[in-house]
């Protein structure tokens, strides 16, 4: 059949192969686009990394690890995170199922005030840390007169942890329990559960994914803390030092030993967020309404 038969011209014939080339080469420039986006972003947070890692020898990096200021660097950060890492558990965790299951005048304000912290510049936490809590702070004197001295000592690198780090925990602690079924709760309390029960048998367990992932960002914030705790707490080896402070304190006098630290404290943020995806992974494998039917079943075999 012709041409001229079908009612077409022969100009008319090549239109659909010139659409379908035009499609395609379309996708291949999204595609192209899109390589070179993430290449480039890739690259700009991967570079200064390798960079770091690589400035030095290994062999130079390792007995990096084990100076004097390294070693006691590490015992101060681990010492105060722990620390502060189960004040904040303990604390926040209640604090936070409270603020989620509970609609009361005034929320959005608790609410902006847990997330102030996290745009607060570190600088400026560690001066309101001295300003509240500083011989001459505002809570000062009655510290003072119940014997208590908390500024530049470890117990000021915990609070100074504890309110850089801790919002990190709160707000996806919040996340996490806004996303629980109220249902699961309702039937607990019906079985015979009381509200600490009900939180910690059924509301924990539905959301350990999201109570885990914050909990391992907010560790990891904790162990790289550096502006406030320098503020509040000072530098001084074996005492107040954590790992990021050590680091500024050698930039000058020993940059080799230096960029060892900086390395370890990659590594350890590395292991962490390394742990938490594994913990999430765990966590996510078992079911939620699982969790929640075992949790429940429970109190109604009591």
Known sequence: MTATATGLSTSD??????????????RAAIAIGAVMVVTVVLAFLVVPIVALVTYQPVHDLIDGFG???????????LKTNLIAFVVMIALGTPFAYIVARSRFRGRSVVLTAVEVPLVMPP?????????????????GGTLRALGIDLAFTPAAVVIAILFVASPFY???AIAAFEAVDGSLLDVAGTLGAGPVLRMVRVAVPVAAGGLGAAAAVAF?????EFGATI??????????????????????????QAIAIGVLLILVSAAVLFVAKLLGRSWSSAS???LSLAALSSYARR
């Open 13 to 26: 014939q090549p239109l659909p192969s010139r659409r379908g080339w035009t499609r395609a080469i379309g």
């Open 67 to 77: 100076t004097g200021v390294a070693i006691d660097a590490i015992v101060v950060s």
């Open 123 to 139: 600088a400026v936490a560690g001066l309101a840390l001295l300003v509240a809590f500083g011989r001459l702070g505002l809570l």
């Open 170 to 172: 709160l707000r996806g």
């Open 220 to 224: 990891a914030r904790g162990i790289g």
């Open 231 to 256: 503020l509040f707490a000072g530098s001084f080896q074996g005492s107040t030092q954590t790992l990021a402070l050590a680091v500024y304190s050698l930039f000058d006098a020993n940059l080799d």
């Open 288 to 290: 939620p309404t699982s």
